[in-house]
């Protein structure tokens, strides 16, 4: 049964509580409700956590509102999006609180770092985007808080008098001060002698012709829609990329009664093998792959592994995919493709690390085992600059496991405790690495971006104009091909065409891709969109 309805340009669209606008409209039938500024090309929902900015809408008059993260209201009044207008009204913020620990992120990372600071005594508070604890791993619904035993165990650890939560309280600038760290959100400003980045990640996608067709969302996107809203992106939806959180989105849109023709992993798992003692060291990982292949048996879902998606066709949305067997380096197979018909793809390469705060605080980073700029700690989980520390995918993409104990572990260097007498975070690490080199971004993937293939979203950055940029205009580096060609100026900052940008820039000059080159797409001095008014009342 449905509640209420809201208007969307006249027309009536049922919502269930809890549901997002790009949730309500994509389960009525509402694919894209904008058209972009540059092509006119349609665009609705791609990331579906609010970093690639693609389903921005009008809603009730104010324009440039993510679709993905505004909640469904009774009687809204929704539009396409205008072309001008401000983001919305200043939400004026008039905390200013005064901690021990700051951390910065409600993940599971950012909520054990927060456990184990109380535990050992200190003032803490707990900055997060969101309105509800868990992250992305532990996305639910307004009232209907995941089940299982290891989020109620952190939640519970933060039920003390001495943390202070800000919710909904993105930080949008992060600087060092005298008097400690300065942490400036939508709510107002959090100032701690020690902070925890814990600012998780978000998917990592490499174009391909029509990637930007209406339907065509991250696997992320397409999970963040079930877990919180309860919408299937599509119909029929093929699942692909690499790693084995596919396996988790795929498993998840069957549950919600989406067919899942097949599942496209680029990789390679029997990779595992050449190091069974990661595996075996991570033995729930084994059990958690055999209930997925038993569900994909029962509801006769393929499992192609050495293949990817090359393309996608459609005109106003998608309506089919290319998938090619893929060769040992990653590359095409002449004659090895197939056209799959659907009418939604999930799409991951893994994730990217969100990494803007800590690099405006200065910390350190490192390209780890998946060619990810990650922040580089010690065994403390100290990061390069003083009193800053980091836990979670930020370090390196590992999973809600792994996430969890370097959490704990963050926590108490924050707080100045001891470390957990026992941790299992270089053993999870061990199996981090085993699962990257399983899953390798398809080295060949730049042979499928034909010239005219969109790599920015945002400002409609085609394939050919970053190698022009390289072959014409004489750039040797990311940094200078996103001067030259634009690829990373729009609404997301690069966070959708960084990586691809960067891997193409590589190729163009025939060099491996650099820290330099990753680099240029991840520093933001202002990590979170931000009015004027806000700046002018900070």
């Not at 951390?103 to 535990?119: E, K, Q, R, T, Y």
């Not at 012709?209 to 969302?217: A, I, M, Q, R, T």
């Not at 393309?311 to 060769?327: K, Q």
Request: proline letters at 6%; one cysteine or more; a positive charge.
């Amino acid at each position: 049964m449905t509640d209420e309805v809201v208007d969307w340009c006249g027309r009536s669209v049922p919502v269930r509580g809890g549901q997002s606008v790009a949730a309500a409209l994509i389960a009525a039938g509402v694919g894209a409700w904008r058209a972009t500024r540059g092509g006119g090309r349609p665009r609705g929902v791609f990331c579906g956590i609010g970093a690639c900015f693609d389903c921005l809408i009008t809603v009730d008059g104010v324009p440039h509102q993510r679709a993905c993260l505004v909640p469904s209201r009774p009687g809204m009044v929704l539009a396409p999006d205008a072309a001008g207008g401000a983001m919305g009204a200043p939400s004026r913020g008039g905390v200013d609180v005064r901690v021990d620990v700051a951390v910065v992120g409600a993940g599971p990372a950012g909520l054990a770092a927060a456990g184990a600071a109380l535990a050992a005594g200190r003032t803490v508070a707990l900055v997060d985007a969101g309105s509800r604890p868990g992250g992305q791993f532990w996305r639910h619904p307004e009232g209907r808080p995941p089940a299982d035993r290891a989020y109620q165990e952190l939640v519970g650890a933060i039920d003390d008098g001495r943390l202070t939560r800000l919710v909904d309280a993105a930080v949008w600038f992060a600087e060092a001060g005298d008097d400690g760290f300065r942490l400036h959100t939508a709510k107002g400003v959090v100032t701690a002698a020690r902070v925890v980045i814990a600012t998780g990640a978000y998917d990592r996608v490499v174009p391909f012709p029509g990637w930007d067709l209406p339907g065509v969302v991250t696997a992320g996107g397409a999970q963040a829609l079930i877990k919180g809203s309860g919408v299937a992106v599509g119909r029929r939806v093929v699942v692909a990329g690499a790693g084995p959180f596919l396996l988790s989105v795929a498993a998840g849109l069957v549950k919600a009664g989406a067919d899942v023709p097949v599942v496209v992993e680029a990789g390679d798992p029997r990779r595992y093998a050449a190091r069974p003692g990661a595996l075996l060291a991570a033995p729930g990982k084994l059990i958690e792959a055999a209930r997925y292949a038993a569900t994909f048996a029962a509801r006769r879902v393929r499992y192609r592994t050495r293949h990817a998606v090359t393309a996608a066709h459609g005109t106003d949305a998608v309506e089919a995919v290319t998938i090619s067997a893929l060769d040992r380096d990653g590359n095409p197979v002449a004659g090895g493709e197939r056209r799959v018909a659907c009418d939604a793809v999930a799409v991951s390469y893994g994730f990217v690390p969100q990494l803007e705060l800590a690099l405006a605080l200065g910390c350190g980073t490192r390209v780890d085992v998946d060619g990810n700029l990650v922040l580089a700690v010690d065994d403390r989980q100290r990061t390069t600059v003083d009193g800053v520390y980091a836990a979670g995918e930020v370090t390196g993409v590992g999973g809600w496991a792994l996430a969890v104990a370097e959490g704990r572990l963050a926590g108490a260097s924050a707080a100045g405790a001891p470390a957990p007498a026992r941790t299992p975070v270089a053993r999870l690490r061990r199996f981090a690495a085993a699962m990257h080199r399983a899953h390798r971004v398809p080295g060949g993937w730049p042979r499928w971006v034909s010239d005219a293939t969109l790599v920015c979203r945002c400002e409609e950055v085609t394939a050919g104009a970053v190698r022009a940029a390289v072959t014409e205009l004489g750039a040797t580096d990311a940094r200078a091909v996103k001067l030259f060609a634009r690829p990373g100026m729009g609404w997301c900052q690069g966070r959708m065409c960084g990586y691809a940008t960067a891997c193409l820039t590589a190729v163009a000059c025939e060099r491996p891709t650099t820290m330099a080159d990753l680099a240029a797409f991840a520093h933001r001095p202002v990590a979170q969109p931000v009015t004027l008014g806000e700046l002018a009342g900070d």
